[in-house]
């Protein structure tokens, strides 16, 4: 009987401690991260500070030739997820504290991880298909 209990909590343990770990790799993503990335890739790129723009957050631009990802950097993940929430699935309208709906020059494709928001509006289907590799499935945005 004891066998069995330490069993069980050992087990217990190791399914905790195993979650964790991977919830804080992901919480843990941040611009370094995507940067280190975008190189392993074999991107060449500038970032810039750019001014805010609809999402209530600092905002970077990473040029890459004549295309650029805005990057939306949030103190959290939690503070990332609940703006994330506010845009919606095609990517055009934004209903946070001011309320926006936006017509793109090209396609929008909105990606999150960590504390990243990750915004491509374009159709260079080598770069859609990295950001992909690199930050999961996109969560707005057009989709063929």
């Given at each position: 009987?004891?066998?069995?209990?330490i069993i069980?909590l050992?087990?217990?343990?190791?399914t905790f401690?195993g979650?964790s770990?991977?919830?804080?790799?992901?919480s843990?993503?941040?611009?370094e991260?995507f940067e280190d990335?975008l190189?392993?890739?074999g991107y060449?790129?500038?970032i810039?500070?750019?001014?805010?723009?609809?999402?209530?957050t600092?905002?970077?631009?990473?040029?890459i030739?004549?295309?650029?990802l805005d990057?939306?950097?949030?103190?959290?993940?939690k503070?990332?997820?609940?703006?994330?929430s506010?845009i919606?699935s095609?990517?055009?309208?934004?209903y946070?504290r001011?309320a926006?709906?936006?017509?793109?020059?090209?396609?929008?494709h909105?990606?999150?991880?960590?504390?990243?928001i990750?915004?491509?509006?374009?159709?260079?289907?080598?770069?859609?298909?990295?950001?992909?590799d690199?930050?999961?499935e996109?969560?707005?945005g057009?989709?063929?």
């Open positions: 009987m004891k066998k069995i209990i069980s050992i087990s217990l343990f190791m401690t979650c770990g991977i919830n804080n790799s992901k843990d993503y941040n611009l991260k990335a190189k392993d890739k060449n790129f500038e810039k500070d750019v001014q805010k723009n609809f999402l209530p600092t905002r970077k631009r990473i040029l030739k004549d295309e650029a990057i939306y950097i949030f103190k959290n993940t503070k990332m997820e609940s703006e994330a506010n919606d095609g990517g055009c309208s934004y946070g001011n926006v709906d936006v017509s793109w020059v090209s396609f929008p909105f990606y999150k991880k960590g504390s990243l990750v915004q491509y509006v374009g159709e260079n289907e080598n770069i859609i298909s990295d950001l992909e690199i930050l999961g996109q969560f707005a057009y989709t063929p």
